[in-house]
């Protein structure tokens, strides 16, 4: 069982690994198996929106929605892609969006 995981980018990838964490750096068509063995086997996993946009997006949503592991999905070092906007989306849901 892995504590804390990551995928990502070679870059982003970097300081995290001198954090201790365990990281992929999958290719585009490697992202679904790379997601799902460390989602099986991670307490804490997070991937790059940039990443996270290479999975099928019902496979996202279905393993955000599950409690464990705690799925996170981050920015890259570069902001190439961000995350979806959850206050936004919490407020929409409950019909407080402007």
């Known amino acids: 069982m892995t504590l804390c995981a990551l995928i990502a980018d070679e870059v982003?990838?970097?300081?995290?690994?001198?954090?201790?964490?365990?990281?992929?750096?999958?290719?585009?068509?490697?992202?679904?198996?790379?997601?799902?063995?460390?989602?099986?086997?991670?307490?804490i996993l997070m991937i790059t929106a940039e990443?996270?946009?290479?999975?099928?997006?019902?496979?996202?949503?279905?393993?955000?929605a599950q409690p464990r592991p705690l799925l996170v999905v981050i920015p890259d070092v570069r902001h190439r892609r961000e995350p979806p906007d959850l206050g936004a989306r919490l407020r929409r849901q409950l019909g407080m969006a402007e």
Request: net charge negative; hydrophobic share 50%; proline share 9%.
């Open 12 to 43: 982003t990838a970097a300081g995290f690994r001198l954090a201790g964490l365990e990281v992929q750096v999958p290719e585009d068509a490697e992202v679904p198996a790379c997601f799902r063995a460390l989602l099986a086997r991670s307490e």
């Open 51 to 64: 990443r996270a946009a290479r999975l099928p997006p019902r496979e996202l949503e279905q393993a955000l």
